[in-house]
Protein backbone atom coordinates (compact mmCIF):
# COMPACT_ATOMS: atom_id res chain seq x y z
CA UNK A 1 0.00 0.00 0.00
CA UNK A 2 1.67 3.59 -1.15
CA UNK A 3 1.45 6.53 1.36
CA UNK A 4 -1.21 8.21 -0.55
CA UNK A 5 -3.68 5.18 0.14
CA UNK A 6 -2.37 5.10 3.89
CA UNK A 7 -2.86 8.42 4.20
CA UNK A 8 -6.67 8.33 2.88
CA UNK A 9 -7.48 5.22 5.34
CA UNK A 10 -5.89 6.46 8.11
CA UNK A 11 -7.40 10.03 8.05
CA UNK A 12 -10.96 8.95 7.34
CA UNK A 13 -10.50 6.62 10.45
CA UNK A 14 -9.30 9.03 12.39
CA UNK A 15 -12.32 11.58 11.63
CA UNK A 16 -14.18 10.39 14.44
CA UNK A 17 -11.70 12.11 17.19
CA UNK A 18 -12.70 15.10 17.63
CA UNK A 19 -10.46 17.86 17.87
CA UNK A 20 -12.06 21.01 17.04
CA UNK A 21 -9.82 23.18 19.92
CA UNK A 22 -7.32 26.12 19.48
CA UNK A 23 -3.26 25.56 20.52
CA UNK A 24 -3.37 26.80 23.58
CA UNK A 25 0.24 27.43 22.97
CA UNK A 26 2.33 30.33 22.51
CA UNK A 27 5.75 29.34 20.66
CA UNK A 28 7.81 31.30 17.68
CA UNK A 29 10.32 28.86 16.22
CA UNK A 30 14.04 29.67 16.77
CA UNK A 31 16.68 29.64 14.74
CA UNK A 32 16.93 26.51 12.52
CA UNK A 33 13.19 25.36 13.36
CA UNK A 34 10.21 25.71 11.38
CA UNK A 35 6.57 26.33 12.32
CA UNK A 36 4.98 27.63 15.31
CA UNK A 37 2.35 27.19 17.88
CA UNK A 38 -0.19 29.93 19.11
CA UNK A 39 -2.57 30.03 21.61
CA UNK A 40 -5.53 32.79 19.94
CA UNK A 41 -5.84 29.32 17.83
CA UNK A 42 -4.92 27.96 14.77
CA UNK A 43 -6.17 28.48 11.38
CA UNK A 44 -9.60 26.08 11.34
CA UNK A 45 -11.15 24.54 8.27
CA UNK A 46 -14.29 22.37 8.19
CA UNK A 47 -14.95 19.35 7.49
CA UNK A 48 -17.99 17.81 5.58
CA UNK A 49 -20.20 16.46 8.55
CA UNK A 50 -19.54 20.00 9.93
CA UNK A 51 -16.57 19.45 12.71
CA UNK A 52 -14.26 22.35 12.80
CA UNK A 53 -10.58 20.84 12.06
CA UNK A 54 -7.22 22.57 12.20
CA UNK A 55 -4.33 19.95 12.11
CA UNK A 56 -3.21 16.72 9.94
CA UNK A 57 -5.59 14.70 11.62
CA UNK A 58 -4.33 11.04 11.31
CA UNK A 59 -3.94 7.47 12.97
CA UNK A 60 -0.35 5.66 13.10
CA UNK A 61 -2.26 2.65 12.55
CA UNK A 62 -5.75 1.33 12.88
CA UNK A 63 -4.98 -2.14 13.43
CA UNK A 64 -6.22 -2.64 17.00
CA UNK A 65 -5.98 -5.54 19.32
CA UNK A 66 -9.27 -4.49 21.39
CA UNK A 67 -12.81 -4.84 19.75
CA UNK A 68 -14.99 -2.30 20.99
CA UNK A 69 -18.62 -2.69 19.77
CA UNK A 70 -18.77 0.96 18.80
CA UNK A 71 -15.19 1.98 17.05
CA UNK A 72 -14.64 1.20 13.04
CA UNK A 73 -11.30 0.35 14.11
CA UNK A 74 -12.25 -3.09 16.32
CA UNK A 75 -10.32 -6.58 15.70
CA UNK A 76 -13.20 -8.62 14.50
CA UNK A 77 -14.46 -5.51 11.93
CA UNK A 78 -13.18 -7.12 7.86
CA UNK A 79 -11.87 -3.35 7.24
CA UNK A 80 -8.52 -3.00 5.15
CA UNK A 81 -5.74 -2.47 7.52
CA UNK A 82 -2.74 0.47 7.16
CA UNK A 83 -0.23 2.18 9.00
CA UNK A 84 2.46 4.53 8.97
CA UNK A 85 6.21 4.11 10.04
CA UNK A 86 7.52 6.70 12.10
CA UNK A 87 9.59 8.27 9.33
CA UNK A 88 6.79 8.37 7.04
CA UNK A 89 4.56 10.30 9.16
CA UNK A 90 6.89 13.06 10.26
CA UNK A 91 7.39 12.95 6.77
CA UNK A 92 4.26 13.61 5.45
CA UNK A 93 3.64 16.35 8.22
CA UNK A 94 6.27 18.34 7.20
CA UNK A 95 5.40 18.07 3.50
CA UNK A 96 1.66 19.04 4.26
CA UNK A 97 3.18 21.87 6.45
CA UNK A 98 5.52 23.44 3.89
CA UNK A 99 2.65 23.46 1.62
CA UNK A 100 0.53 25.80 4.15
CA UNK A 101 -1.93 22.63 4.29
CA UNK A 102 -1.81 22.44 7.84
CA UNK A 103 -0.48 24.32 10.85
CA UNK A 104 0.09 21.09 13.22
CA UNK A 105 -0.75 17.29 14.30
CA UNK A 106 -3.66 15.24 15.88
CA UNK A 107 -2.22 12.16 16.33
CA UNK A 108 -4.17 9.25 17.41
CA UNK A 109 -3.87 5.48 16.88
CA UNK A 110 -5.43 2.09 17.30
CA UNK A 111 -3.15 -0.40 20.07
CA UNK A 112 -0.99 -2.61 17.72
CA UNK A 113 0.61 -5.45 19.57
CA UNK A 114 0.51 -3.33 23.15
CA UNK A 115 0.50 -0.39 24.53
CA UNK A 116 3.16 0.15 24.90
CA UNK A 117 4.61 -1.02 21.27
CA UNK A 118 2.03 1.71 20.11
CA UNK A 119 3.27 4.73 22.29
CA UNK A 120 7.25 3.75 21.35
CA UNK A 121 5.94 4.30 17.68
CA UNK A 122 4.25 7.44 18.42
CA UNK A 123 7.35 8.85 20.63
CA UNK A 124 9.61 8.29 17.43
CA UNK A 125 7.16 10.09 14.81
CA UNK A 126 7.32 13.02 17.13
CA UNK A 127 10.80 12.95 17.71
CA UNK A 128 12.05 12.94 14.22
CA UNK A 129 9.59 15.89 13.79
CA UNK A 130 10.49 18.29 16.63
CA UNK A 131 14.73 16.78 16.93
CA UNK A 132 15.42 15.96 13.21
CA UNK A 133 12.93 18.09 11.03
CA UNK A 134 13.11 20.72 14.17
CA UNK A 135 9.10 21.38 13.80
CA UNK A 136 7.96 24.31 16.24
CA UNK A 137 4.27 24.17 15.39
CA UNK A 138 1.67 22.58 17.37
CA UNK A 139 1.29 18.58 18.02
CA UNK A 140 -1.59 16.69 20.06
CA UNK A 141 -1.43 13.13 21.11
CA UNK A 142 -3.56 11.00 22.53
CA UNK A 143 -2.56 9.15 25.19
CA UNK A 144 -2.10 5.29 25.26
CA UNK A 145 -4.16 3.73 28.47
CA UNK A 146 -1.84 0.87 29.90
CA UNK A 147 1.38 2.39 28.31
CA UNK A 148 4.02 2.88 30.85
CA UNK A 149 4.32 6.09 32.25
CA UNK A 150 8.15 6.35 31.27
CA UNK A 151 6.46 6.71 27.82
CA UNK A 152 3.69 8.74 28.66
CA UNK A 153 6.43 11.51 30.02
CA UNK A 154 8.58 11.27 26.93
CA UNK A 155 5.08 11.82 24.54
CA UNK A 156 4.32 14.52 27.05
CA UNK A 157 7.85 16.39 26.54
CA UNK A 158 7.27 16.41 22.63
CA UNK A 159 3.44 17.28 22.58
CA UNK A 160 1.63 20.11 23.39
CA UNK A 161 -1.27 18.38 24.25
CA UNK A 162 -2.53 15.15 25.16
CA UNK A 163 -5.51 13.69 25.89
CA UNK A 164 -6.30 9.89 27.08
CA UNK A 165 -10.50 9.20 25.62
CA UNK A 166 -12.87 8.07 28.45
CA UNK A 167 -15.01 7.15 25.78
CA UNK A 168 -18.43 5.98 27.23
CA UNK A 169 -19.75 7.57 30.84
CA UNK A 170 -20.03 4.48 32.94
CA UNK A 171 -18.19 1.53 33.63
CA UNK A 172 -21.01 -0.50 32.90
CA UNK A 173 -21.32 0.97 29.56
CA UNK A 174 -17.63 0.21 29.18
CA UNK A 175 -18.20 -3.36 30.08
CA UNK A 176 -21.09 -4.00 27.80
CA UNK A 177 -19.41 -1.94 24.15
CA UNK A 178 -15.45 -2.65 25.09
CA UNK A 179 -14.92 -5.22 27.57
CA UNK A 180 -11.09 -4.69 27.48
CA UNK A 181 -10.92 -1.36 28.59
CA UNK A 182 -12.49 -0.41 32.28
CA UNK A 183 -12.53 3.22 34.06
CA UNK A 184 -9.40 2.88 35.95
CA UNK A 185 -7.26 1.94 32.86
CA UNK A 186 -8.23 5.71 31.95
CA UNK A 187 -8.27 7.79 34.65
CA UNK A 188 -4.60 6.01 35.78
CA UNK A 189 -2.86 8.01 32.57
CA UNK A 190 -5.07 10.92 33.05
CA UNK A 191 -3.83 11.08 36.60
CA UNK A 192 -0.25 10.55 35.45
CA UNK A 193 -0.41 13.46 33.56
CA UNK A 194 -1.98 15.72 36.18
CA UNK A 195 0.52 15.16 38.10
CA UNK A 196 3.27 15.38 35.20
CA UNK A 197 1.61 18.99 34.63
CA UNK A 198 1.88 20.40 38.14
CA UNK A 199 5.90 18.85 38.83
CA UNK A 200 6.13 20.61 35.30
CA UNK A 201 4.60 23.81 36.66
CA UNK A 202 7.28 23.53 39.61
CA UNK A 203 10.25 22.72 37.63
CA UNK A 204 9.52 26.23 35.79
CA UNK A 205 9.16 28.03 38.80
CA UNK A 206 12.79 27.29 39.65
CA UNK A 207 14.11 26.81 36.24
CA UNK A 208 12.88 28.98 33.17
CA UNK A 209 14.43 26.78 30.53
CA UNK A 210 13.53 23.35 32.03
CA UNK A 211 11.58 21.07 29.33
CA UNK A 212 8.26 21.55 29.34
CA UNK A 213 5.73 18.69 29.50
CA UNK A 214 2.04 18.69 27.34
CA UNK A 215 2.25 23.16 28.11
CA UNK A 216 -1.45 23.22 26.59
CA UNK A 217 -2.57 20.38 29.33
CA UNK A 218 -5.41 17.63 28.61
CA UNK A 219 -8.10 16.88 27.50
CA UNK A 220 -10.91 14.18 26.97
CA UNK A 221 -13.61 12.74 24.64
CA UNK A 222 -17.30 10.85 25.38
CA UNK A 223 -19.04 9.42 22.62
CA UNK A 224 -23.04 10.75 23.21
CA UNK A 225 -26.19 8.45 22.35
CA UNK A 226 -24.04 5.05 21.92
CA UNK A 227 -25.24 3.85 25.54
CA UNK A 228 -28.54 4.63 27.79
CA UNK A 229 -26.50 7.66 29.79
CA UNK A 230 -28.50 10.68 30.55
CA UNK A 231 -27.17 13.84 30.41
CA UNK A 232 -27.29 14.10 34.22
CA UNK A 233 -24.44 11.65 34.56
CA UNK A 234 -22.74 12.81 31.81
CA UNK A 235 -22.62 16.44 33.24
CA UNK A 236 -21.88 15.56 36.32
CA UNK A 237 -18.97 13.28 35.04
CA UNK A 238 -17.71 16.06 33.44
CA UNK A 239 -17.83 18.13 36.06
CA UNK A 240 -15.20 15.50 38.44
CA UNK A 241 -13.40 15.38 35.76
CA UNK A 242 -12.49 19.18 35.47
CA UNK A 243 -12.01 19.18 39.17
CA UNK A 244 -9.65 16.48 39.83
CA UNK A 245 -7.85 16.26 36.80
CA UNK A 246 -7.48 19.75 35.49
CA UNK A 247 -8.54 18.79 32.31
CA UNK A 248 -8.65 21.94 29.90
CA UNK A 249 -11.74 20.67 26.99
CA UNK A 250 -14.09 17.85 27.36
CA UNK A 251 -15.31 16.85 23.87
CA UNK A 252 -18.31 15.17 23.38
CA UNK A 253 -19.31 13.19 20.11
CA UNK A 254 -22.58 12.31 19.02
CA UNK A 255 -22.55 8.96 18.00
CA UNK A 256 -22.50 7.90 14.52
CA UNK A 257 -23.84 3.98 14.05
CA UNK A 258 -20.56 2.55 11.63
CA UNK A 259 -21.32 -1.32 13.58
CA UNK A 260 -24.32 -3.37 13.91
CA UNK A 261 -24.66 -4.66 17.23
CA UNK A 262 -27.92 -5.55 19.32
CA UNK A 263 -26.22 -3.07 21.81
CA UNK A 264 -25.94 -0.10 19.84
CA UNK A 265 -28.15 2.09 17.70
CA UNK A 266 -29.17 1.16 14.27
CA UNK A 267 -27.18 2.10 11.54
CA UNK A 268 -28.43 4.46 9.56
CA UNK A 269 -29.76 6.52 13.11
CA UNK A 270 -28.97 9.87 12.93
CA UNK A 271 -26.63 11.62 15.29
CA UNK A 272 -28.02 13.04 18.68
CA UNK A 273 -26.31 16.51 17.17
CA UNK A 274 -28.64 18.77 19.58
CA UNK A 275 -27.88 16.51 22.33
CA UNK A 276 -24.44 16.96 21.99
CA UNK A 277 -24.71 21.11 21.36
CA UNK A 278 -26.60 21.05 24.67
CA UNK A 279 -23.69 19.12 26.76
CA UNK A 280 -21.42 21.70 24.90
CA UNK A 281 -22.85 24.73 26.22
CA UNK A 282 -23.71 23.19 29.49
CA UNK A 283 -19.67 22.24 29.74
CA UNK A 284 -19.49 25.98 28.78
CA UNK A 285 -21.93 27.39 31.55
CA UNK A 286 -19.30 25.41 33.61
CA UNK A 287 -16.08 26.42 33.00
CA UNK A 288 -17.00 30.37 32.45
CA UNK A 289 -20.23 30.67 34.13
CA UNK A 290 -19.61 29.55 37.85
CA UNK A 291 -22.97 26.80 37.28
CA UNK A 292 -22.46 23.69 38.81
CA UNK A 293 -24.21 20.62 37.20
CA UNK A 294 -26.37 19.99 39.87
CA UNK A 295 -28.08 23.85 39.46
CA UNK A 296 -28.45 22.50 35.60
CA UNK A 297 -29.94 18.74 35.66
CA UNK A 298 -31.08 16.74 38.84
CA UNK A 299 -32.38 13.41 39.66
CA UNK A 300 -36.10 14.31 38.45
CA UNK A 301 -34.81 16.10 35.37
CA UNK A 302 -31.99 14.36 33.45
CA UNK A 303 -32.03 15.46 29.99
CA UNK A 304 -31.62 19.19 28.64
CA UNK A 305 -35.14 20.93 27.59
CA UNK A 306 -35.15 20.69 23.93
CA UNK A 307 -36.53 24.11 22.98
CA UNK A 308 -33.86 25.88 25.14
CA UNK A 309 -30.34 26.45 26.33
CA UNK A 310 -29.55 25.17 29.44
CA UNK A 311 -28.61 29.04 30.82
CA UNK A 312 -32.21 30.18 29.58
CA UNK A 313 -34.24 26.57 30.96
CA UNK A 314 -32.19 27.96 34.39
CA UNK A 315 -33.32 31.49 34.74
CA UNK A 316 -36.73 30.35 33.44
CA UNK A 317 -37.14 28.33 36.10
CA UNK A 318 -35.52 30.89 38.92
CA UNK A 319 -37.76 33.62 38.07
CA UNK A 320 -37.58 34.71 41.84
CA UNK A 321 -34.49 35.71 41.49
CA UNK A 322 -35.11 38.42 38.85
CA UNK A 323 -35.18 41.42 37.58
CA UNK A 324 -31.56 42.25 38.66
CA UNK A 325 -30.69 46.08 38.51
CA UNK A 326 -27.76 46.02 36.20
CA UNK A 327 -25.94 48.95 37.85
CA UNK A 328 -25.85 47.01 41.11
CA UNK A 329 -25.40 43.40 40.28
CA UNK A 330 -22.32 41.60 40.93
CA UNK A 331 -20.59 40.17 38.05
CA UNK A 332 -21.45 36.51 38.99
CA UNK A 333 -25.55 37.49 39.10
CA UNK A 334 -24.69 39.32 35.76
CA UNK A 335 -23.20 36.24 34.05
CA UNK A 336 -26.42 33.87 34.50
CA UNK A 337 -29.11 36.61 32.77
CA UNK A 338 -29.47 35.51 29.45
CA UNK A 339 -28.43 37.29 26.38
CA UNK A 340 -25.16 38.53 28.69
CA UNK A 341 -21.93 36.76 28.15
CA UNK A 342 -18.23 37.25 29.57
CA UNK A 343 -17.59 39.80 27.78
CA UNK A 344 -20.55 41.43 28.38
CA UNK A 345 -20.95 41.47 31.37
CA UNK A 346 -16.95 42.80 31.87
CA UNK A 347 -17.78 45.65 29.81
CA UNK A 348 -20.63 46.37 32.02
CA UNK A 349 -18.64 46.46 35.22
CA UNK A 350 -16.05 48.39 33.83
CA UNK A 351 -18.31 51.06 32.06
CA UNK A 352 -20.97 51.08 35.23
CA UNK A 353 -17.81 52.85 37.26
CA UNK A 354 -18.24 56.10 35.11
CA UNK A 355 -22.08 56.18 34.36
CA UNK A 356 -25.22 54.95 35.29
CA UNK A 357 -26.04 52.32 32.55
CA UNK A 358 -29.66 52.80 30.32
CA UNK A 359 -31.05 49.98 27.95
CA UNK A 360 -29.83 52.07 24.71
CA UNK A 361 -26.27 51.57 27.10
CA UNK A 362 -26.61 47.91 27.36
CA UNK A 363 -27.39 47.72 23.76
CA UNK A 364 -24.05 49.60 22.44
CA UNK A 365 -22.14 47.17 25.01
CA UNK A 366 -23.35 44.40 23.02
CA UNK A 367 -26.01 42.34 25.49
CA UNK A 368 -28.68 40.48 23.97
CA UNK A 369 -32.04 42.48 24.70
CA UNK A 370 -33.89 40.37 23.11
CA UNK A 371 -33.59 37.80 25.91
CA UNK A 372 -31.91 39.96 28.93
CA UNK A 373 -34.63 42.73 28.95
CA UNK A 374 -36.84 40.61 30.81
CA UNK A 375 -34.47 40.10 33.39
CA UNK A 376 -32.66 43.94 33.81
CA UNK A 377 -34.05 46.59 35.88
CA UNK A 378 -32.32 50.19 34.73
CA UNK A 379 -32.09 52.75 37.12
CA UNK A 380 -35.13 50.81 38.75
CA UNK A 381 -37.21 50.04 35.89
CA UNK A 382 -37.68 47.95 33.02
CA UNK A 383 -37.28 48.72 29.89
CA UNK A 384 -40.40 50.39 28.35
CA UNK A 385 -42.82 48.31 26.28
CA UNK A 386 -41.97 45.23 27.73
CA UNK A 387 -44.82 43.21 28.82
CA UNK A 388 -44.02 40.24 30.87
CA UNK A 389 -45.50 37.08 29.75
CA UNK A 390 -45.44 33.47 30.05
CA UNK A 391 -45.71 32.41 26.18
CA UNK A 392 -43.84 35.81 25.79
CA UNK A 393 -40.51 34.82 27.64
CA UNK A 394 -40.92 31.73 26.62
CA UNK A 395 -40.80 32.58 22.61
CA UNK A 396 -38.29 34.97 23.27
CA UNK A 397 -35.60 32.32 24.92
CA UNK A 398 -36.43 29.57 21.90
CA UNK A 399 -34.25 30.05 18.88
CA UNK A 400 -35.68 30.27 15.16
CA UNK A 401 -35.62 26.30 14.71
CA UNK A 402 -36.81 25.44 18.07
CA UNK A 403 -39.97 27.78 17.47
CA UNK A 404 -40.58 25.77 14.64
CA UNK A 405 -40.42 22.69 16.29
CA UNK A 406 -42.52 23.82 19.59
CA UNK A 407 -45.53 25.12 17.03
CA UNK A 408 -44.99 22.36 14.81
CA UNK A 409 -44.86 19.14 17.53
CA UNK A 410 -46.69 21.10 20.49
CA UNK A 411 -49.27 23.69 20.24
CA UNK A 412 -51.38 21.66 17.87
CA UNK A 413 -52.08 18.86 20.65
CA UNK A 414 -53.89 21.21 22.73
CA UNK A 415 -53.56 24.85 21.74
CA UNK A 416 -52.51 25.59 24.72
CA UNK A 417 -49.45 27.91 26.02
CA UNK A 418 -46.25 26.13 27.36
CA UNK A 419 -45.62 26.66 30.85
CA UNK A 420 -41.59 27.12 31.81
CA UNK A 421 -42.35 25.69 34.60
CA UNK A 422 -43.09 22.50 33.23
CA UNK A 423 -41.25 20.25 30.83
CA UNK A 424 -42.96 19.85 27.12
CA UNK A 425 -45.36 17.32 26.80
CA UNK A 426 -43.51 15.41 23.74
CA UNK A 427 -44.29 12.09 21.65
CA UNK A 428 -40.89 9.75 22.18
CA UNK A 429 -41.38 10.34 18.29
CA UNK A 430 -40.98 13.99 19.12
CA UNK A 431 -37.81 13.69 21.66
CA UNK A 432 -36.42 11.58 19.25
CA UNK A 433 -36.55 14.22 16.48
CA UNK A 434 -35.17 16.92 18.71
CA UNK A 435 -32.26 14.58 20.33
CA UNK A 436 -31.32 13.77 16.62
CA UNK A 437 -31.61 17.09 15.09
CA UNK A 438 -34.65 17.06 13.18
CA UNK A 439 -35.31 20.26 13.73
Request: include cysteine; glycine fraction near 6%.
Amino acid sequence: MDLFDKLKLLSDAAKYDVACTSSGVDRKAQKGQIGSAVSCGICHSFAGDGRCISLLKVLMTNACIYDCKYCVNRRSNDTPRAGFTPRELAELTIQFYRRNYIEGLFLSSGVQKNPDYTCEQMIEALRLLREEYHFAGYIHAKAIPGADDKLLQQLGMLADRMSVNIELPSQQSLKLLAPDKSKQSIFTPMGFIRNQLRENASDLVKYHHAPKFAPAGQSTQMIIGATPDTDYQILNLTEGLYQKYKLKRVFYSAYLPVNESALLPPIGTKPPLLREHRLYQADWLLRFYGFKAKELLDEQHQSFHPYLDPKCNWALNHLDLFPVEVNKASYETLLRVPGIGVKGAKKIITARRTTSLTFQDLKRLGVVLKRAQYFLLCKGKMMEGVKVSEDMVLRSMMSDSAKSLYYQYQMPQSMEQLSFFEQPKLTQEDVQKCLTGQL
